[in-house]
């Protein structure tokens, strides 16, 4: 399974970047780093190299394709990140065409993400932790859509997104999925584990006592 980090904090890319495959942006994430996007996704792009996924912000088709058209021009791995909407898959199904990559967003459904299947996308992003905060079940969604595209042979990958704690990674992994994105704080807990750290400490101290 790839990892890609799900920041917008180039610092926090720069420090991960030997481990991670790609990067997802989203508005909310870009507006907390204050500077220009246009500016952050070219530097990331010189950072990563891998999918940097960047959002669009308009509601029409028409202008989310005139956007996806002028952010595809920072860098040869831009994928275009377009929300669920019909109009959102009117303008994937126009950008497949035109060979440039798209990441379907704030998908909640099986049913959203096949349409994002059918319209084009290269990438679909189930928001578990999202789904999980309302009750529902994110994981189950994720494997639903991973048993549609098996089924039906789509060659959409899964970005298992909206991440909250190391489990949704395991569970991730577990299921198959392609991607997990994943915020840096979650990312550093992955490596760790409390019996490793006493474990660490034990070794080190009982070191102290064999003979120099
Ligand atoms: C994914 O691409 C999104 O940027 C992200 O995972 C959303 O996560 P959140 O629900 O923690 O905002």
Redesign the pocket.
Known sequence: MKLYI?TANVADIREMAWLIDGV???P??VSREKRPFAEIIAEICGIVDGPV?AEVTAIDAPEMVAQARELSKIDKNVVI?IPMTIAGMQAVKTLSGEGIRTNV?LAFSANQALLAAKSGASFV?P?V??IDDVGGDGMGVVAEILDIYQTYGFSTEV?V????HPRHVIEAALLGADIA?V?NDVLKKLFCHPLTDIGVERFLKDWEGVPK
């Open positions: 799900d997802t942006t989203n909310s994430l996924s990140k967003t992003s928001f932790g999202r970005i997104a909206s991440v909250r994105t915020p």
